[in-house]
């Protein structure tokens, strides 16, 4: 039976199947925090059909084009057979799948980057003022220059990292380290843009205000940048750990 509730559930209404993650032994003081987690695979439509009570959805509206909810289980009754793996390890099975969800947020991210460098090229060669197009300013030029230079920086990171990840090599550090330059370059980049753009940077035809909200939410999750340095310092640099 599992109760609680998680604010941040992707796409659930739009899904078949969810993920759940639930302590099923209670922590013990000195053992591993991991341990005693268990991963579940839950068949939603059994769910909403036998056990409608047990899981509540509500939407969340939010300021980009993404589907998410907040969830409360209530006495949900769980099958023996929806578990997934070894009972106590789900946390593991959860770790092990966080090195492809950075990659992948990076490669979302560098994509996003390319897509405000194109954007602000193209206007800065098309828009003139005062005879001639602003893309010929340095003012303008450099900006632009920076910030392509620095996508392109975190695209090879990405590489990097989804290379070892496919050899089925360590590759933690990498993927961390891939996420939050791709971030970081993807958010300058949409900056950029909009500074091209000006004013018409706001005006929804020209999609860079679309953009540009949705790529700032690489910097916050699916993990926050924080955490990734959190990360490379301990793990990478050998520094204590702050939590």
């Not at 003081?29 to 991991?34: E, L, P, Q, T, V």
């Amino acid at each position: 039976m599992v109760n609680g509730e998680k604010n941040w559930t992707s796409r659930i209404e739009q899904s078949d199947l969810l993920m759940l993650l639930a302590r099923t032994a209670p922590r013990e003081a000195g053992n591993n925090r991991a341990q005693g987690i268990s991963l579940f695979l839950i068949d939603l439509a059994e769910i909403r059909a036998l056990q409608p009570d047990s899981l509540v959805t509500r939407p969340v509206r939010t300021m980009f084009n993404y589907a998410t909810s907040q969830v409360v289980y209530k006495n949900m009754h769980i099958p023996l057979d929806s578990l997934i793996g070894e009972e106590g390890q789900g946390f593991r099975y959860v770790i092990d799948g966080w090195n492809a969800e950075r990659i992948l947020l990076a490669a979302e991210s560098i994509g996003d980057g390319y897509w405000f460098i194109e954007r602000a090229a193209a206007y800065a060669k098309s828009r003139e003022v005062f005879g001639g197009p602003i893309g010929k300013h340095q003012g303008v030029q450099f900006p632009i220059a920076r910030a392509y230079a620095q996508v392109c920086a975190a695209d090879m990171m990405r590489y990097r990292a989804a290379a070892l990840f496919d050899s089925s090599a360590p590759c933690g550090a990498e993927a961390n380290m891939a996420k939050l330059l791709a971030s970081e370059a993807s958010w300058q980049a949409a900056n950029v843009c909009l500074d091209t753009h000006g004013g018409n940077g706001f005006v929804d035809e020209y999609d860079v205000e679309r953009k540009f909200r949705e790529t700032r939410l690489y910097q916050v999750a699916p993990v926050s940048n924080n955490l990734v340095l959190a990360h490379i310092a301990t793990h990478v640099l050998g520094l204590p750990r702050s939590y």
